[in-house]
T-cell receptor, first 113, second 109 residues
Framework: NAGVTQTPKFQVLKTGQSMTLQCAQD?????MSWYRQDPGMGLRLIHY???????DQGEVPNGYNVSRSTTEDFPLRLLSAAPSQTSVYFC????????????FGPGTRLTVL | GQNIDQPTEMTATEGAIVQINCTYQ??????LFWYQQHAGEAPTFLSY??LDGLEEKGRFSSFLSRSKGYSYLLLKELQMKASASYLC??????????WGAGTKLIIKP
């Protein structure tokens, strides 16, 4: 099993550009989520999904869109990149039970100039 | 608001024992997680506590007191490869995870 995969690993954008961060998992997990991690702060939830066709907003959803057309894939779209979106982005998946751990992808390091 | 507090950085000696504390104020409580994150890598799961008490797993243990809003992670027989950040996260009443900023553990020979 590959686990959770993310592409790209690194990306540099100019302000106003749009792009999609890809995330896929092969563990048949229902729950998937996107976080951003900034220095000195905890992971912050952007969007999450409890199953195909179902998405919801997290703590910091503005400027990002998601979709979940299949159980495996959960892409994150930046609509119009801003320097404040410079961060490390992690995708995670889990079985969704109370004690369920989350499995994280390797992360995407995004810089917006 | 919801808040998770952890020390920013700790230093310990190889072979020693270190305790990393986590205090939380959240809207409800549905479990507490500890994750390890090496620099430049993804977090990986260490432990889960939902009832008061100590959970032991080999070289590390995790403790929870729900009445005090307090947990700690105890790492024993420290090895150099345990140098990493340790993240505390609490699942609130809506089953969302609230994350602390992490404790960077530096291990010296």
């Amino acid at each position: 099993n590959a686990g959770v995969t993310q592409t790209p690993k690194f990306q540099v954008l100019k302000t106003g550009q749009s792009m999609t961060l890809q995330c896929a998992q092969d563990m048949n997990h229902e729950y998937m989520s996107w976080y951003r991690q900034d220095p000195g702060m905890g992971l912050r939830l952007i969007h999450y999904s409890v199953g195909a066709g179902i998405t919801d907003q997290g703590e910091v959803p503005n400027g990002y869109n998601v979709s979940r057309s299949t159980t495996e894939d959960f892409p994150l779209r930046l609509l119009s990149a801003a320097p404040s979106q410079t961060s490390v982005y992690f995708c995670a998946s889990g079985q969704g039970g109370e004690s369920s751990e989350q499995f994280f992808g390797p992360g995407t390091r995004l810089t917006v100039l | 608001g919801q808040n998770i507090d952890q020390p920013t950085e700790m230093t310990a000696t190889e072979g020693a024992i270190v305790q990393i504390n986590c205090t939380y104020q959240t809207s409800g409580f549905n479990g507490l997680f500890w994750y390890q994150q090496h620099a430049g890598e993804a977090p990986t799961f260490l432990s889960y506590n939902v009832l008061d008490g100590l959970e032991e797993k080999g070289r590390f243990s995790s403790f929870l007191s729900r009445s005090k809003g307090y947990s700690y992670l105890l790492l024993k027989e420290l090895q150099m490869k345990a140098s990493a950040s340790y993240l505390c996260a609490v699942r609130d009443r809506d089953y969302q995870l609230i994350w602390g900023a992490g404790t960077k553990l530096i291990i010296k020979p």
